[in-house]
């Protein structure tokens, strides 16, 4: 059997090597962004020089030989769903047996005047971390649109080359969309701090063309001020790459949509990642999560259904992390922007302003919910077995250094968390201080 | 919190990444040099102390400087920025001179001191060795030898960069302590407390032995030689208290912390090699090869250079035991400690190795493959009363040990190879003593790190900065411990790590389970659900 798997993100090779490892079909990847699997999320680490392109490479190039996994460089235009065979940019016409979309997403764009300008773009794929490259040197400003992840990764990486960043950002504060308020003023804050022009609750009216069409500068909806800047990334999100196939006879909604098995509306066709929405998710998740972890899990999940070995996707219990600028961030559990009212939440935040922890907790039995840290590191596997076990949050804070995963050496503020929860919940605890790796483990094999 | 203004612009928006400030300190760094190099390219008048005392602050004060200026002026935290974009950095034009310049100074140093200005046949010290004659004076009343330079040059990059090494790594404590000890250890144990030492002793010096405490067989590749042990054996209290507390490092202390902390307790915190590496080469440990070929070649290169270092100690010291009975044991005596200890070893590590489940039949085959025939050699020749060995004269090894790994290797390719292949070159392919540590901290060491949970996103900045060239992203994608013979524990992956997924931690608890768990398999077989 021919399993072709078109894009060669981490959806799409989770799923090559798990296939891989559950049968000998014969299997290829296919993608036009590049050659071999690299890792998205180190695209910025590129520009800012910590890396060099080859680095982001998660497996060597001979890997995908010895693992018998063909990699073909082109591009599909077209798909026939009928006779099984896509065509691609080169005339080369491939066929298949089954089919995994992995085809990931694009930049969002929300019909501003002038977004099709050059020198304005998103940063999703190498080509657009390559028209950044070449857009650098004649760069005095750059104006980024859009508070996000992405956003403030494009942000930090300009100031890695010295070039000025005006942020307009739609929200009160820093992806508040997301974040609780107070986490969102903390980064807010630290965004400003590294000298980026943040401008909150500001939209974008127009990018202004200087008349050859380049970009040359943009005016804010709210105030009418006018930036001038030789580059405007757009970074207000993204949407599953997928309107090439809208005529394809695939159901689409946002994303392609599929079933608890990963399978589309046709037969052996299924989808991952970024570009798949599940019809029916999970309590309390939604249809489209484009998160590398969620990417990782569905590649794995979709490979047992190609080899018929049926599984159902569960995401299991969220978590995610991110760095802004400086700051850490990692969530484990149920973290929503507003509180919701059956949950009780205890926030302490360390005098510098930089870190942070928030537990969420419900309001009758005290059973933990989630966690949200900026920098402090939290060990996944001990979070995820309170939250799973629903331990009441007296428990979890006398062993709150269980999770501890700071490096050696490091200020533990355990007893100033743990001392704020007292007074804050009028609760007396017992805080089991001293932890080693021992009791860990003994903790998550009881 | 003041906004910035739109309308500030700045004079070069796209300066390269050294501005003025940087320049003008990597100048008065480069002065200094630049005095020493005169020395030694003869101008004879700057052979006074007040020129050597201006040398070394000039290049205190550049490199201080010049590292205050790159780290102290931004925000802590990991800011690589523009490391593979210098020329310095990444093995550029600077990059390729530096490492050819460095080479040639080892070259001279070990081959041709006479060009530093070593005085030949008792004769006075010019040029680069003469400019250091007063700092030796003042420490033990005799002219600098070659290895007093070096000694001075080596310590001064140690505490130097040291000092940068801890700015730009500021927000970390397990950083700095670390640092602070590496730079402790040899500029008091490694500097200062020998060569005092010396010149309290007038004897010290003319029986010479190494005063270095932390340094250890088989690093210390003369440890065992004749005239090194009879030269500690007749300097009183001072020379016995270093043969025992030596003895007891080889053989218990090291296996002890080794067992406790990994290897990292000697290689990034205490070790001379080690504190050139993580100061003076920090700027190049991306330059390591992180392939598996080269993991292949490593794995045999540095264990090859292990047996060599037991079969030349051994060859050694079967060779003088033979002159007499004054060393305590005779030949035949020697013979059958050797023999037992490695057959002992080979038990012990065929032991753990099945325990550890991690190896193959292969590598048990090849450990027991070696010791035997050393034991059988060795047997042979004791019983027929041979002098040698191993049927070489017993100094052939020493000679070409001496030549190939304690200078060659470690010296030129060691350290004058930093800019082109990362600053752990000698401890990754040929240290003998890193050898040893890595096998106990693979086989029986509560040491390694952990990855967290599913957390990693295969950036690559952990494999990029590992100095050793682990692949250590191969692990923590996969959510397995990392468990390798070759990792010093310097943490810099947790450092650079953007996720918070690296953490260095000892326990007991699994100690032979420790890679068992890999946590990034979201399906586990018996979460079926069948449709």
């Known amino acids: ?446 | 919190m003041s906004q910035v203004q739109p309308s500030m612009s700045l004079a070069n928006p796209h300066p390269p990444f050294f501005d003025t400030a940087q320049r003008i300190w990597a100048g008065i760094s480069f002065l200094g040099i630049g005095m020493m190099g005169a020395a030694g390219f003869g101008v004879a008048s700057l052979n006074k102390s007040h020129f050597l005392t201006l040398s070394i602050a000039l290049l205190a004060i550049g490199i201080i400087g010049f590292s205050y200026r790159t780290f102290l002026t931004r925000s802590e935290g990991i800011k690589n920025n523009g490391v593979w974009f210098s020329s310095t950095m990444a093995r550029g034009m600077i990059g390729w001179a530096a490492g050819i310049v460095i080479t040639l100074f080892y070259v001279l140093l070990y081959w041709y001191p006479a060009y530093l200005g070593l005085g030949s046949e008792g004769g006075s010290n010019v040029g680069l060795v003469g400019f250091f004659d007063p700092l030796s004076m003042t420490f033990k009343g005799v002219p600098a030898s070659q290895w007093f330079v070096y000694g001075t040059l080596y310590t001064l990059a140690i505490v130097l960069f040291g000092i940068r090494f801890i700015w730009r790594y500021r927000h970390n404590r397990y950083q700095i302590i670390r640092t602070l000890s590496v730079m402790g250890f040899q500029l008091f144990f490694a500097y200062m407390i020998p060569e005092i030492m010396e010149g309290l002793n007038s004897d010290l010096n003319t029986k010479w032995f190494d005063k270095d405490l932390k340094n250890m067989w088989p690093l210390d590749y003369d440890f065992f030689d004749q005239w090194h042990i009879a030269n500690m054996s007749t300097t009183g209290l001072v020379g016995w208290s270093f043969l025992i507390f030596s003895l007891l490092l080889i053989f218990f202390i090291s296996p002890l912390l080794t067992y406790k902390y990994g290897k990292r307790w000697y290689c990034s915190w205490v070790c001379g090699c080690g504190g050139l590496a993580e100061t003076a080469g920090d700027p190049f440990r991306h330059l390591s090869d992180k392939s598996m070929k080269a993991w292949k070649i490593e794995r045999w290169l540095i264990h090859g250079v292990l047996v060599f270092s037991i079969i030349m100690t051994i060859a050694v010291v079967y060779g003088y035991l033979g002159d007499g009975n004054q060393y305590y044991i005779t030949r035949t005596t020697f013979t059958w400690i050797v023999v037992s200890l490695l057959i002992a070893s080979a038990v012990v590590m065929y032991f753990f190795m099945r325990k550890n489940k991690y190896s193959g039949e292969s590598l048990n085959k090849i450990i027991a493959g070696i010791s035997g025939v050393v034991v059988i050699i060795l047997i042979i020749n004791s019983l027929a009363g041979s002098g040698n060995a191993f049927f070489v004269d017993n100094y052939f090894f020493k000679k070409w040990y001496g030549l190939l790994i304690g200078a060659a290797f470690s010296g030129v390719i060691g350290v004058g190879f930093y800019p082109l292949m990362g600053s752990r070159v000698w401890c990754r392919f040929g240290c003998p003593m890193a050898a040893i540590l890595g096998i106990q901290q693979k086989f029986f060491s509560k040491f390694r790190i952990t990855t967290n949970g599913g957390q990693c996103i295969s950036c690559g900045n952990c494999s990029t900065y590992c100095e050793m060239g682990i692949d250590v992203r191969m692990y923590a994608q996969k959510g397995q411990d990392i468990v390798r013979a070759s990792c010093v524990g310097c943490g810099i992956c947790a450092a650079v790590c953007p996720r918070g997924v690296l953490r260095l931690e000892n326990g007991s608890l699994d100690i032979f389970e420790k890679t068992e768990n890999v946590r990034n398999i979201h399906i586990r077989p018996e979460a079926s659900t069948t449709s």
Request: net charge negative; glycine share 8%.
């Open chain 1, 1 to 446: 059997m021919h399993v072709v798997i078109l894009g060669n993100g981490i959806s799409g090779v989770t799923a090559a090597r798990w296939i891989r490892k559950l049968s000998d079909h014969q299997i290829t990847i296919i993608s036009s962004e590049s050659q071999y699997f690299y890792s998205r999320t180190a695209l910025m680490y590129i520009y800012m020089g910590h890396m060099r392109f080859e680095d982001t490479k998660p497996y060597e190039d001979w890997f995908w030989a010895k693992n018998r996994i063909d990699l073909v460089f082109d591009h599909v235009n077209e798909i026939d769903f009928e006779k099984k065979e896509l065509k691609c940019n080169s005339g080369e016409e491939i066929k298949y047996d089954k089919l995994v979309l992995a085809v990931g997403s694009e930049s969002n764009k929300f019909g501003w005047p002038g977004q099709d300008l050059n020198r304005v773009r998103g940063l999703y794929s190498l080509q657009d971390l390559e028209y950044l490259e070449s857009c650098t040197k004649s760069m005095n400003r750059a104006v980024i649109v859009g508070g996000g992840l992405i956003g403030i990764e494009l942000a930090e990486m300009l100031l890695s080359r010295r070039i000025p960043v005006t942020m307009l950002v739609r929200e009160e504060y820093y992806w508040d969309n997301i974040l609780p308020k107070e986490e969102a003023r903390m980064i807010s804050r630290h965004i400003r701090r590294h000298g980026i022009d943040l401008r909150l609750q500001s939209n974008l009216k127009e990018i202004h063309d200087d008349g050859s069409g380049n970009a040359c500068g943009i005016t804010i909806a709210e105030s009418g001020e006018r930036i001038s800047c030789e580059y405007v990334g757009l970074t207000p999100g993204v949407s599953p790459n997928v309107r090439w196939l809208k005529e394809s006879g695939l159901n689409i909604n946002r994303g392609i949509l599929v079933n608890q098995y990963l399978e589309t509306n046709i037969n052996d066709v299924y989808a991952v990642g970024d570009c798949a929405e599940l019809t029916n998710p999970v309590e309390g998740r939604r249809g489209i999560e484009a998160i590398w972890y969620t990417g990782r899990m569905m590649g794995e999940t979709c490979a047992y259904n190609v080899c018929n070995q049926v599984r159902s996707y569960d995401p299991g219990i969220w978590f995610n992390s991110a760095k802004f600028l400086d700051i850490e961030y990692q969530v484990y559990g149920e973290i929503p922007n507003q509180l919701p009212g059956a949950h009780k939440t205890f926030y302490w935040e360390h005098p510098d302003g930089e870190k942070s922890l928030r537990i969420n907790y419900h309001d009758r039995d005290f059973h933990i919910i989630g966690f949200n840290l900026m920098g402090i590191r939290f060990r996944h596997e001990v979070c995820e077995k309170w939250i799973a076990d629903q331990l009441p949050i007296e428990e979890v804070m006398s062993n709150l250094a269980l999770a501890h995963f700071d490096p050696e050496f490091y200020d533990a503020h355990y007893r100033d968390i743990v001392k704020s929860f007292e007074s804050q919940s009028n609760m007396s605890i017992e805080f089991n201080g001293r932890v080693n790796l021992n009791r860990v483990l003994q903790f998550l094999n009881s």
